[in-house]
């Protein structure tokens, strides 16, 4: 939690939670936090937001992806954005949760961003001696935070125009994470 120093007031920044539910790969999770918390304020800096960024193994995410997608095989990310259910409202909650959660305005989940590692090693190992000598497993990671956090935020690649757009404002994000935070 940041303190201000007059006052002690904690500044206005978005929560966010890792879980890291896989072991084959280490990670940097307080980096990645950092760098997801920097590019999630831009978009909404509420600290009664909540951002939460999933790290899985391969397997899991195949699952996911078939499941979320129906596609075949592990993905490198998958986004939820729930933003449409902010508030807390039957809508969003089961008849027999309604009543159960107390406080629940005291914070709400923008979505989740849910990662394989293992999938983000493939892709710095498939371009990366071609493209990028300087390409690494944190910056692919930091652009798939990245990529995720766009698209709860609304922003699409299925469209040509969108996808210039999108892409555009992940390379500009991208390139303050890399020289923000050494990556």
Not at 36 to 47: C, E, G, L, P, Q
Not at 55 to 62: L, N, R, T, V, Y
Not at 127 to 153: Q, T
Request: glycine share 4%; with cysteine; net charge negative.
């Amino acid at each position: 939690m940041k303190v201000h120093k007059e006052g002690g007031r904690r500044d206005n920044n978005m929560k966010i939670i890792i879980l890291n539910r896989q072991d084959r790969i280490d990670l940097n999770t307080g980096l990645l936090k950092k760098a997801s918390a920097y590019v999630a304020n831009k978009f909404d800096n509420s600290r009664n937001m909540e951002l939460n960024i999933v790290f899985i193994d391969k397997e899991e995410m195949a699952a996911l992806n078939k499941k979320y997608r129906n596609k075949q095989g592990a993905t490198d990310v998958l986004s939820f954005s729930y933003r449409d259910c902010l508030r807390v409202e039957p809508a969003c909650l089961g008849a027999k949760d309604s009543g159960s959660l107390n406080n629940l305005e005291s914070f709400s989940v923008a979505g989740e961003i849910v990662i394989s590692p293992e999938v983000a090693r493939e892709n710095v190992a498939d371009f990366a001696p071609d493209f990028f000598r300087s390409w690494s497993l944190e910056r692919e990671l930091a652009l798939l935070i990245i990529h995720g956090i766009l698209h709860i935020y609304d922003y699409d690649h299925e469209i040509k125009s969108d996808s210039v757009k999108m892409e555009g404002l992940q390379i500009s994000l991208l390139n303050d994470i890399i020289t923000n935070f050494k990556l």
